[in-house]
């Protein structure tokens, strides 16, 4: 009967100790399979409501010998059980995160007061500052606590990313504030990192509030898909968005998947700066004598020309003069260097190495047309860009190509922001943007971080209207700098404990939510935190299918805060 | 509804007494049982009997010793001897007027005062009085048979609670007594051992 009744209220234990800093303990009073790690719990004592999610379960028992000994073969079962039932137990481990006021009772005037406050939204969960007592009743939460903690769906920017792992309760992000920092979506290969960002960069562009930008290095997100476990097709983007999505395939006549892009984009010679070649340093195994070499070639030609020119001279080109004797030939890069004072075998060494750059095929002396352009006011106008690689998915393409882009959207979006922050006539404010970055620890590691335009963005947060999105499955290869500026970060489960260190980086209670991060279920699963979520959840995530796209593109008709109170049973 | 006197008291105190007997009144009483010292029309204390026992004297001694001792002799030494069997029980608490309480008697019962076997009715008030504050008592004193005591209890009060139809009253006291003495795991084993004897 007893169970019975907990079953009805929820009741699942009351608190038996723990502090702020430690976690709370709480007596489990339900079979320990009721509840699974990560389940978000609600603690009622006096007049709060307290938040948490388990993180961890711990069998004990009041002396040693009685887990010890197999009781239930020396006693007759009847014995047995009751002495279990008082003698061994589990504890649950509580990281609170929120605490709400409850309010008075219903029917007094005290009541309506407090009433009035929460459906103006003065009364919000706020950060946790006290504890409960001891004995108050945990119970898992109900849909009206996670709507009251998490938004509700459908309401504003609160888009569903993911249910309870106890009851399936809606989950929902504030997409608004989730772009208004740079976030991170964190998973080793194969936990639907990519699922779950369509997901995401679904919610956004239906949400239309945001510009998204995706470098699409492996040509996924815009075009259909085949689900390489399940062998079913996965809808692109493009396919479901086809007015809001612009597809751009890189270099003329590139295919995507077979499909014709909208648009292809070239990029001009004269767009290329020596910093751009600079962050290819790795890739190209630049030498040291690279930054003198490049400086030397800008003040020659000019930041418009060093590279046509450098493109064009000839290499061990030489020529005889009436004495026989060898000289380099006027248009070859040993004479220029020697010209300009710098050391001919580096700047053949340089020329060499850039080749890769030269024989791109989307680099090129006059582009047909202005795509950058287009690009930019694809996004101005509420358009979302997915850049597919096609053909070109190595790493020096993407380094250079997203780099590249993205220094000069930024510097255009920067400017933006100046004029209409100095009040510039006619100067409107600018479309917060969002760009995607996949394998970003390419772009954003130790190395290169601090030369990159992305690591500038991470840094500078929303201050020119800029944010990140990045996906990686190493993010323990991402800058720690970076990686602390994450507002939200929503991660899978990772293996490595660098890299479960690297995603808790700069977080309040990362000890008990590590080893959440490592049991995590792949596919299903994901842990969300940081900034841009009231308190970590772990949610099993949306599935991106064709249900998924029915309740996505249906209208929904968002509840009053009355509707909401009604359902947290106030 | 008929007392049964099993005998007077002999020696007395606060937390327990001794009763003395007839060979021939020892049918009714039995270890476990729970009996009742009526003091004025308004108090009476209740115990439990903890221990039965029988003392010798020379002519037992004799009569031992002797050989071919008529059948009669011998019943005739047993039932008529002076010596009395004594009875100890356990002072578990008492009644003052309608309410029961599971503590110590205020004022002991005197010698010679009269006890009696507590009736079905009366056992199943006092054992369901409160939430089983007497199982201290019992628990208190380890010289004491506790395991054994407990369950003859145990055996005896749950057929009284389970005619009377309340089949919850077993459980809930073997509940009671894991609580008291989950922290005693070799006590806890004994009784919980014994009361598995009952089924």
């Given at each position: 009967m007893e169970n019975f009744s907990e079953e009805q209220t929820g009741k699942i234990g009351y608190i038996v100790g723990g502090g702020l800093k430690a976690n709370l303990q709480a007596r489990l009073s339900v079979p320990a399979q009721t509840v699974q790690e990560g389940a978000f719990v609600v603690i009622e004592s006096g007049g709060w409501l307290f938040y948490g999610l388990v993180t961890d379960l711990q069998l004990g028992s009041t002396d040693p010998r009685f887990a010890d000994e197999q009781t239930g073969t020396r006693l007759p079962h009847q014995l047995a059980e009751m002495l279990h039932g008082q003698t061994l137990f589990t504890n649950l481990e509580i990281l609170t995160a929120l605490m709400m006021e409850r309010g008075?009772?219903?029917?007094t005037d005290e009541y309506n007061v407090w009433y009035q406050k929460v459906l103006d939204e003065t009364i919000r969960p706020e950060p946790v500052k006290t504890v409960p007592q001891h004995h108050a009743e945990v119970r898992l939460a109900r849909a009206g606590d996670i709507a009251e903690i998490f938004g509700r769906e459908g309401k504003g920017a609160f888009f569903r990313i993911g249910d309870t792992l106890e009851g399936g309760h809606p989950v929902c992000v504030d997409l608004d504030k989730l772009v208004q920092r740079s976030a991170g979506i964190f998973g080793a290969t194969g936990t639907g990192k990519s699922f779950l960002t369509r997901v995401i960069l679904s919610g956004l562009i239906h949400r239309g509030k945001t510009s998204v930008l995706i470098f699409d290095m492996h040509n996924e997100y815009g075009p259909d898909d085949t689900a390489s476990d399940t062998g079913l097709r996965v809808p692109g983007l493009k396919n479901k968005f086809r007015a809001k999505v612009r597809m751009v395939g890189l270099g003329r006549g590139a295919t995507i998947r077979g499909e014709q892009p909208d648009y292809t984009l070239e990029i001009a010679e004269s767009d290329i700066t020596p910093e751009d070649v600079m962050m290819l340093s790795q890739a190209l195994n630049l030498r040291e004598t690279t930054p003198t070499t490049l400086e030397a070639l800008r003040v020659n030609f000019g930041y418009d020309n060093w590279f046509h020119e450098f493109k064009h001279m000839k290499v061990n080109a030489y020529l005889y003069d009436e004495e026989g004797k060898r000289y380099p030939d006027p248009d070859s890069v040993a004479a220029w260097a020697e010209g300009a004072g710098v050391h001919p075998g580096a700047a053949e060494a340089l020329h060499s190495k850039l080749r890769r750059l030269f024989n791109a095929?989307?680099?090129?002396?006059?582009?047909?047309?202005n795509a950058l352009q287009q690009m930019i006011d694809n996004l101005d106008n509420g358009q979302h860009i997915v850049l597919s690689f096609g053909k070109h998915e190595n790493d020096l393409d993407y380094l250079f190509v997203s780099n590249l882009l993205t220094r000069r959207i930024r510097d255009v979006w920067e400017h933006r922001t100046n004029n209409f922050r100095s009040g510039h006539q006619g100067a409107k404010e600018p479309r917060p943007l969002v760009i995607v970055v996949e394998e970003a620890h390419k772009l954003l590691n130790r190395e290169m971080a601090s030369q990159t335009t992305f690591s500038t963005i991470a840094r500078e947060m929303r201050k020119y209207y800029v944010t990140l999105l990045i996906i990686d499955q190493?993010?323990?290869?991402?800058?720690d700098e970076v990686m602390s500026q994450l507002g939200t970060r929503v991660t899978g489960w990772l293996g490595d404990s660098d890299d479960i260190h690297a995603v808790l980086t700069g977080l309040a209670g990362r000890e008990a939510l590590r080893g959440m991060l490592a049991r995590l279920q792949p596919k299903e699963e994901v842990l969300m935190l940081g900034w841009g979520v009231p308190m970590p959840i772990v949610i099993r995530s949306r599935r991106y299918n064709e249900a998924f796209w029915e309740e996505l593109l249906e209208k929904q008709t968002p509840k009053d805060n009355a509707a909401i109170l009604d359902e947290l049973g106030y | 509804m008929s007392a049964i006197a099993i005998g007077r008291l002999l020696r007395t105190g606060t937390s327990g007494f001794v009763i003395g007997c007839r060979v021939n009144q020892l049918d009714s009483p039995s270890f476990g049982s729970l009996v009742r010292v009526p003091l004025e029309p308004d108090y009476q204390v209740f115990g439990i009997i903890y221990d039965i026992h029988i003392e010798d004297d020379g002519l037992v001694r004799q009569l031992i010793t002797a050989e071919d001792v008529p059948e009669e002799v011998l019943r005739d030494n047993r039932e008529n001897r002076n010596v009395p069997v004594e009875i100890a029980v356990l002072a578990l608490g008492y009644q003052q007027g309608e309410q029961i309480f599971h503590l110590l008697p205020p004022r002991p019962p005197l010698s010679l005062d009269a006890i009696y076997l507590s009736s079905p009715e009366e056992m199943i008030a006092f054992t369901s009085a409160?939430?089983?504050?007497y199982f201290r008592h019992i628990l208190r004193d380890p010289s004491k048979p506790v395991d054994e005591l407990l369950a003859a209890h145990l055996m005896t009060a749950r057929t009284i609670h389970e005619s009377a139809g309340n089949k919850s009253w077993y459980p809930e006291a073997l509940q009671e007594l894991i609580a008291l003495l989950r922290d005693d795991y070799q006590r806890l084993m004994n009784v919980l051992r014994a009361a598995g004897e009952i089924g």
């Open positions: 008075p009772e219903p029917g095929p989307y680099i090129v002396e006059e582009p047909a047309a190493r993010p323990s290869q991402i800058y | 409160g939430r089983f504050g």
